[in-house]
Structure formats: structure tokens, C-alpha cells
């Protein structure tokens, strides 16, 4: 059914003798998110969107908006108005997250138009996941409009829209302007040689040009990996400009290729590096880029790396790994990396494989292990559902497991860097609340039998290390730090060993492509309002245990895929 919008009601009473003093504040603050909210362009795009003509050069238009929508400064009395443009900003992300799998722009023109196989059904389902995105987009936008029309009349916003639509399209036209600057493209009438001379200095001109431009893009994504907020629009242009070029684009680093937006580009880099990330981000990109640079800047043929990139060089063939462990703090990802260069006796290979970054382990008893990092909880850009979701797709592992710390439950049985597995999840953030009294909704979903199987029969076989314990745990978005919250959850599930906030995201994606999935957490508090105490310290004894129990485990009796 469609969703009815929300009646709007006024967030102050009536007798509140400072309504139109937050109303006015409200005004002021509507008023300047609007000056940067180009809603024609927008409208215009989500329009294109729906009949699967994605703009990429025009999705960023509203960063501006975006980044004062979620500054600290930013603040609405009127919380019926922030629910709606939450709800856009979200959807609006959303569409192009999940539109990026599903369209395609392979000429370069800026357009990314629907690229899919009538015999693929997983891309479908994101194509629809796509249109549900967009149309949510549309509805969301159109009730944040209603409302303003109606709570703030005096607000002119068909003359916001004109003003800020203008400084966007002026905007666009400087960057197109800017891109022509550094290429020198302008010329004086006292600049046109003899027709036998003309063929050499053309050359060398656009040698010149395209060094600048290489040089410019790779100055842009060094910001970027360094803190820096590099000119967003001007990344997409130029990059365009040099993709559609088939020898130039072949020479550029296999991430450029991919990455259409800085925002792509951020979430390849972001992970790749544990310690001193500056200075490593700024080198890896010196030497990805010194190929194509030293090839233009002695006018020599340029190299052909569309076929020696990280995620094909390794193997002529996808890299298909028997298990793949997901980790989201530094902590669980350095216990890890260490733990498995420990054992195997070599540094993890870093492969790069559809704008995502992953880390080849090597192999344990013959199991092949790969490693991908999370953002926190499962949901959103980054979450647990969507990194394990995208490894699925590229790796096609046997299994995945999350691995890193959780929160105990019984501070008198449990201690610090007891191993946590589950054998059941419990989401506790579906519920339904009645009057006086909440009830938690939704199946109790089993984690692979496998996996359980595997880690039971080595816990009680051979495991000399902390106390392991097999049950349900729950999982849900919050970070537990409470402990009369936490007793509410147990009230819920008094049979709960731990819990943590990944664990849905990975039985969904799990779940949706019949892969082996399980729990391996190890405690590092008791969700009792003292997390920050001895906190690193607590968390890297704790995701060691959790670590060192799975080595071992593999050394124990190998994992291999099912055949």
C-alpha cells in the first residue's frame, strides 16, 4: 500500500511562549539548506532515475546540501521536517548505492543506462531494489515540499529554487571551465603553424595535456586519501574526460577505472591501510600512478595495465576462498592480519576486486582464507548486509564469518576474552510496542550447521585456550552500554550468551545466497557503562582470543567449500 503522508502536526503547543521564536529559527535554517538544495535538478535526475537513466555526473548535487543537513550546527525544532529529509537523504544515497550494480555508463557519456542479463535474477532483484530507492526518493521529497508549503508559507521556495538551481548549473559551467584551463585548450591566431609542422606540436600539445590532467586527478584522490575534500564535480569530469580516451584509460590505475565518484573512491581506499595512512595512502597512489605519468612525461607509449590490475595479475580466474572473515574496529583487523602472518608466514595480499578492497590470508591446512572490513552495525552504506553481500557476489566464498569482539552478559560466569559462537541470533530491534509492554518479533534464524559442527567438535577435542560458549546472541544495531538495557534484552531472551551488532546483516546476506555464515566473537565488556574503561586494551585481548580459536580450529581440521 502507499504511504499515507504523516499529518503535520505542530512539534511546539500551542501555549508554548517560545513557538514562533523556534519557528523563525526553523525559518532561518530552511532557508539556507534550500540555497544549496537545487530541487529542479533533483527532481529533474530522480525523473531520468526512474526510467533507469542514472546522471553520474549530476548525483552529487546535493553534497552540499547533505553535508549541512548532517553538520553538528545543523538543527530543526520542527522534528516532523527532519524525519522527512532524513528519510530523503537516505533514500536518495541509497538508489545510487544500489544502482551503481545494475547500470552501467560504458561509453563514458555520463549516463549510466540499465546493463543487465535476462538470465542474471540476483541483478534484478537489485535493479528492483533500485526503483523501490528512487520512488521513496520521489514520495520523500514531495512530503518535505508539502510541508514547508504549508508550515512556513512566507518561505518563497519556488525563488530558492530558481537561485539555487542557478548557482549549481554556474558551478557545473566552472568546472567545465576549469578542465579546459589546464588543458590549454584556447588558442591565438598567432598559435596556428604550417600545415608540416602541425602534426608534431599537436602531439606534444596533447602529450601535455593529458599529463596535467593525470597529474590533477591523482593530486585530487591524494587529498582525498589524506583528509582533504577535493573538488567532487571536477573528479567526475576529468575522469570522464580521460576513461573514454581507450589508451589513456587503459594506463590509468585499475581504481580510477572503477571508481567513478570520490565517494567510490573513499570507500576503496578507506580500509587499506592500519597504521600511518597518510603517509601509505600518498604512496600507494605515487607508485599506482608513476606508470602512466613517466610514460607521458617522456613521450613514450603508454602501458597497457587494463590487464595486469591487483584483482586479475594474481589469477587469470575470480579468487574463490573457502571462507571469508569480516571485521569492522582496528582492533579485530590487525588480530587478524597479525594472527594469519603469524601462521602463514607471509604479509596479506591486497586485492581489489569491484571497487572493494580485500586481503588474501593465505591457507591454513589447505583452507584459503580472504578477510573484508565493515562499517559498524548491519544496516546502511557499508554495514555488515551490504560488505558481505558485495563479497559473496565478487569472492563466491563457502563461508562467512563475523570475527571480532562482542559484549558479555554475566559478569560472574563470563570473563574477559571468553569465545562467544552462535548457534541462534536474536534481532532485537524488530519489536512491537503495545501498551505497556514490548515484544520482540521475527524468527530466532540457526547459523550453518557446518560451521557450528566444526568449532564444537574442536572446542571440546582439542581448544586449551579461554572459555568458548555455543548459543544465542543477540544482535542488533545499538551499542549496548547500559546495564539496566542490557537486563531488558535479557528479559527478552534469558538464554542469550553475548551479543553484538553485526550479526543480522551477515545472516541476511548469508541467508539470501545460501552461504555458511556464523558468529565468532570473543567478550570485551559486560554492556555495563564501564566500556570505556581499559578499553583497547580490553578489546585486543579479546579479539585475539576470538582469533587465535579460529586458527587453531583450521589447523585443527581443515574448512574447505562444500562441492
Not at 218 to 230: D, H, N
Amino acid at each position: 500500500m502507499p504511504r499515507t503522508p504523516p499529518t503535520p502536526v505542530p512539534d511546539a503547543p500551542n501555549d508554548d511562549p517560545h513557538r514562533e521564536t523556534k519557528r523563525q529559527g526553523d525559518l532561518r535554517v530552511i532557508k539556507d539548506l534550500f540555497s544549496v538544495f537545487p530541487r529542479p535538478v533533483v527532481e529533474w535526475v530522480l525523473d531520468e532515475a526512474a526510467y533507469d537513466r542514472i546522471h553520474v555526473d549530476h548525483i552529487d548535487c546535493l553534497d552540499s546540501a547533505e553535508r549541512k543537513f548532517q553538520s553538528l550546527l545543523f538543527h530543526l525544532y520542527d522534528s516532523t521536517l527532519r524525519r522527512l529529509l532524513e528519510e530523503f537523504f537516505a533514500q536518495w544515497d541509497k538508489a545510487w548505492d544500489v544502482g551503481r550494480m545494475s547500470h552501467d555508463d560504458p561509453l563514458h557519456r555520463g549516463v549510466a543506462t540499465l546493463s543487465l542479463s535476462e538470465t542474471d535474477p540476483s541483478g534484478w532483484d537489485e535493479h528492483d531494489k533500485y526503483c523501490k530507492h528512487v520512488g521513496h526518493a520521489r514520495r520523500s521529497m514531495a512530503e518535505f515540499t508539502k510541508h514547508v508549503h504549508e508550515h512556513f508559507p512566507e518561505f518563497d521556495l519556488a525563488e530558492s529554487d530558481a537561485e539555487a538551481s542557478k548557482k549549481y548549473w554556474e558551478f557545473v559551467e566552472d568546472i567545465e571551465r576549469r578542465v579546459q584551463e589546464l588543458s590549454g585548450e584556447s588558442k591565438s591566431d598567432g598559435d596556428i603553424k604550417e600545415p608540416d609542422s602541425m602534426d608534431r606540436t599537436m602531439s606534444e600539445d596533447a602529450t601535455r595535456e593529458y599529463l596535467l590532467k593525470v597529474e590533477k586527478l591523482k593530486e585530487m584522490l591524494v587529498s582525498r586519501a589524506t583528509g582533504g575534500e577535493p573538488d567532487q564535480q571536477l573528479y567526475v569530469v576529468l575522469r570522464r574526460e580521460l576513461v573514454s580516451i581507450a589508451p589513456i584509460r587503459d594506463a590509468l590505475p585499475d581504481f580510477v577505472r572503477k571508481c567513478g565518484t570520490i565517494r567510490e573512491f573513499w570507500n576503496f581506499i578507506k580500509p587499506m591501510f592500519e597504521t600511518d595512512k597518510y603517509r601509505q595512502r600518498t604512496e600507494y597512489l605515487q607508485q599506482e600512478f608513476l606508470p602512466i605519468l613517466q610514460a607521458l612525461e617522456g613521450r613514450r607509449p603508454l602501458p597497457d595495465l587494463s590487464k595486469t590490475s591487483a584483482d586479475t595479475a594474481a589469477n587469470d580466474s575470480k579468487p574463490r576462498p573457502d571462507v571469508v572473515l569480516v571485521t569492522v574496529n582496528e582492533h579485530e583487523t590487525r588480530a587478524v592480519i597479525d594472527g594469519f602472518k603469524t601462521v602463514t608466514g607471509r604479509e596479506p595480499v591486497v586485492v581489489s576486486l569491484d571497487g572493494r578492497v580485500y586481503h588474501d590470508l593465505g591457507e591454513i591446512n589447505g583452507t584459503r582464507v580472504f578477510h573484508a572490513i565493515s562499517e559498524m552495525g548491519s544496516a546502511g552504506a557499508g554495514g555488515m548486509q551490504q560488505t558481505v553481500d558485495k563479497a559473496i557476489r565478487s569472492l563466491e566464498p563457502g563461508a562467512v564469518i563475523a570475527i571480532g569482539i562482542a559484549f558479555g552478559v554475566d559478569e560472574n560466569d563470563q570473563s574477559i576474552g571468553d569465545v562467544l559462537l552462535s548457534k541462534q541470533l536474536r534481532l532485537y530491534e524488530l519489536q512491537r510496542i503495545g501498551k505497556g509492554e514490548i515484544v520482540l518479533r521475527g524468527s530466532l534464524p540457526d547459523a550453518s550447521t557446518r560451521l557450528v559442527n566444526h568449532f564444537k567438535a574442536f572446542a571440546q577435542a582439542k581448544w586449551k585456550g579461554a572459555k568458548t560458549n555455543f548459543g544465542l546472541m543477540l544482535t542488533g544495531e545499538k551499542l549496548v552500554d547500559d546495564v539496566d538495557y542490557r537486563a531488558q534484552l535479557l528479559a527478552f531472551e534469558v538464554e542469550a550468551i553475548g551479543g553484538e551488532m553485526e550479526g543480522a546483516g551477515l545472516y541476511v546476506s548469508g541467508t539470501e545466497h545460501k552461504v555458511d555464515w556464523i558468529v565468532v566473537k570473543a567478550i570485551c565488556d559486560f554492556a555495563d557503562g564501564k566500556k570505556a574503561e581499559n578499553k583497547d586494551e580490553r578489546q585486543i585481548l579479546a579479539a585475539t582470543s576470538a582469533v587465535q580459536f579460529l586458527i587453531e580450529a583450521l589447523e585443527y581440521a581443515t574448512l574447505k567449500r562444500k562441492h
